[in-house]
């Protein structure tokens, strides 16, 4: 969620996450549960933009027009589309009936009242029944091994970005993708994005053999099994079953090998991990993950770092560069990130999906749940996580904009924050440390659930 790369599962989540807001289970997903679109962004080290869509989609960067209503912005944009090269009445006929849907407009503007941890986001999106699920389809699907043989992306990895992004296609979105595009134009914020998207979307439309009803998708505009933008359709659509048609709605090969051949145009690196667990040292210097250098894995080993299966890192490994991620802070799992993480956050820029994607990849594979076990932490509060960036900016450390998003900038202001203090520096936004931060402005701390 947040403007997302191509999933259902993030970008717009706002803006984040694009996919349908689904409504939170109340239990961990099973293999026909969707798992909720919002989850926590635990920023490692900024990565390159996703690939398919931004991962916040920049705002106009002119001052724009303010249409009176609907209809004026409406014939405004068929102008546009015919100088770009489309008949005025196939736009007109496709936009007929389109109105603004205010279900998007308050997706896109909205920031979640409470924020999950990490912990609990990987408890309820990784699961073995889950990995199982997805195992079972991707094995049953006799076009596998030629898109895993053409791309070079294991269909271990490809199980878990279905899961994740449309629970095997199950949850793909059903709000009309043009009507979702054509409320995000006109409200303005973001219009050249929206209208461009919009233009991609005609494009499928006119040139793709894609009937009007299939443009089906999240609130953001993400569509298919595999969530992926209009234009990500159009540049890294991928035909997997060989019928000349790219039909990511309903092909589950085609959907397949679109992932496939995003991820390998973003370098995927054949026969290496995403990431592997390990095991920190007593005394480790937490300053040193998420914000030191990479280092390779023989540099961290010297530190007295250990993967937590006991194994060994491959040949074609040793001369990468990894660095250490602490999604739960320091009572938590850690894993030592491999060049494919990042390229899987090409996929969608946020380091909880990374990790989600990954772990449910080594499911499908058959390899054991993590070795540490995720701590059992209660969600935070807009006023915990509001009231933090206000303290750390009073003391002055900087996190950025005051918006709640416990972010890169945020993180990195926790952390400084933590060693100027003598503690820890995870850069983790603990409940009980969101509530000394309450109390630092004044305020009165939350209580912790029972």
Known sequence: MRFRALSLFAVLTAC??????????????????PVPQQ???????????????????????????????????????IKKAVMRGFDAGFVTAALDGVQPLQSVKSADNQQPEFSKPASSYMRQAVSPARAAAARARVEANTNVPAIEAKYGVPKCLLGGI????????RVQGSTDVLAALATLAFDGRRRVWAEDQLIAALTILRDHKIPRERLKGSWAGAMGQTQFMPDSYLRLGADGDGDGIVDIWASDSDALASSANLLAKEGWKAGQEWAVEVI???????????????????????????????????????????????????NGPA??????????????NSTSYALAVGLLADGVCGKDSTVTPWPVEPPLSLDQRMKTQEALKAAGFNPGTIDGVIGVGTRQAIREWQKANNEPADGYLSFDLANRFVVMQGGTPAVRPS
């Open 280 to 330: 920190l040292p007593p005394g480790f210097d937490y300053y040193l993950a998420e914000t030191e250098k990479t280092k390779k894995p023989a540099d961290w080993q010297a530190l007295g770092v250990k993967r937590a299966d006991g194994g060994y890192f491959r040949p074609e490994e040793l001369n990468e560069n990894g660095i250490i991620l602490l999604p739960s802070g320091a």
């Open 16 to 33: 984040a996450s694009t996919g349908p807001q689904t409504p939170t289970p109340s239990t961990a997903p099973t293999a026909s549960t």
């Open 39 to 77: 989850h926590p962004e635990i920023s490692a080290p900024t990565a390159n933009a996703p690939a398919a869509t931004p991962a916040s989609p920049a705002t106009n960067p002119v001052p724009i027009t303010a249409y009176g209503d609907f209809d004026a912005w409406k014939q405004d944009f």
């Open 335 to 348: 894993f030592m990130a491999l060049p494919n993480h990042y390229v899987i956050r090409k996929y969608n």
């Open 162 to 169: 279905w899961s994740m992004e449309s629970d095997l296609g």
